[in-house]
Structures are given as C-alpha cells and as structure tokens.
C-alpha cells in the first residue's frame, strides 16, 4: 500500500467533504437580480481608476460606491459613472462607506 502525505489526504478529504455538502440542486439554481456583487472602491487616483475600468470589464458585479480624500478626483470619478446612468454614492472618509455597508 503507497503512502500518502499528510497535505494529499486533507485535500482530498476537503474536496470530498464540500461535495458531500453542496445539494445538486444549488448547481443548478438561476442568478436572480441579487446575484450581483456590490463594490466600495477606496482610492480614486492613480491605480484606483485602472482597477475600475478593469471591474468595468467583469460581469456580476456592480460598484455602488466611491471614496476618495480628494473632492475633485472623487467627484471626476463619479460623474463618469453618473453619465452612464449608474447610482453610485461618494464618501470622503472610508470609515463612513464601511458604516454604510
């Protein structure tokens, strides 16, 4: 009988285990209107506004909410999504987008 590790056995008892659990059922299950994922996205400038022209891109998501300490770039960013007809809510302080949650 071959040995097997440590790290093989709980992968494959892990794999074993989250397909006892998951019901057939929910693989077949339709994406409603709730599926979506929402985003908060921190930090405008820079590399902020690659990261959202790259979520752009992805489908299944939908980002409701923008924060930024500079008003202007802020404000910049949220117009873009306001011309595409997109509702999306500006913060200055990150602490107050988590609080909205």
């Known amino acids: 009988m071959p040995q ?3 790290r ?7 794999i074993a285990t989250a397909a006892a659990t998951l019901r057939p059922n929910s693989w077949a299950q ?15 400038n ?7 022209k790259e979520l752009a891109s992805v489908a299944g998501q939908r ?9 202007v770039v802020l ?4 117009n873009t ?7 999306v809510q500006t913060f200055a302080d990150y602490r107050d ?3 909205k949650g």
């Open 4 to 6: 097997i590790s440590r």
């Open 30 to 44: 339709v994406a409603g209107a709730n599926s979506d994922v929402r985003l908060g996205l921190v930090g405008m």
């Open 75 to 78: 404000e910049g960013v949220a």
């Open 81 to 87: 999504f306001k011309d595409k007809g997109q509702k």
């Open 97 to 99: 987008l988590l609080a």
């Open 63 to 71: 980002i409701t909410a923008l924060c930024d300490v500079d008003s």
């Open 46 to 52: 820079n590399r902020g506004k690659d990261v959202i």
């Open 8 to 14: 093989a056995f709980l992968k494959t008892a892990g």
